[in-house]
């Protein structure tokens, strides 16, 4: 019991560390699309995303990479706010529909 312990713990310890910060970058960087707004910003491996990318399909080679749920694209910028009341995101892949985006970084309004 006290291995298995042990054993979670460390694992535990090694994805936290292997998680990467996310940081801010300016709406007029994203490259990839139209800046997202999504309720949730989440790894890949927690169980809202996981179950999500399994239903469809997806297959994402690196477990921490940021994945957007329930996205719409912000058509307008700046214009009485940000635009955006949950999270503001540029993304790599927004290719699934509003469901899911993938590789998702924060942006700033």
Not at 76 to 100: F, K, M, P, R, Y
């Amino acid at each position: 019991m006290q291995f298995k312990l042990a054993f979670v713990s460390a694992a535990l310890a090694t994805l936290a560390a292997a998680t990467p910060t996310l940081r801010n970058e300016p709406a007029s960087s994203c490259t990839t699309g139209p800046v997202q707004c999504c309720n949730t910003v989440e790894p890949a491996s927690s169980s809202a995303a996981a179950g999500l990318l399994g239903l469809l399909g997806i297959v994402v080679q690196d477990l921490t990479v940021a994945v957007g749920i329930t996205c719409s694209p912000i058509t307008v910028i700046g214009a009485g706010g940000s635009g955006c009341s949950a999270q503001a995101v540029c993304c790599e892949d927004n290719s699934h529909g509003t469901l899911i985006s993938i590789g998702c970084v924060p942006v700033t309004l």
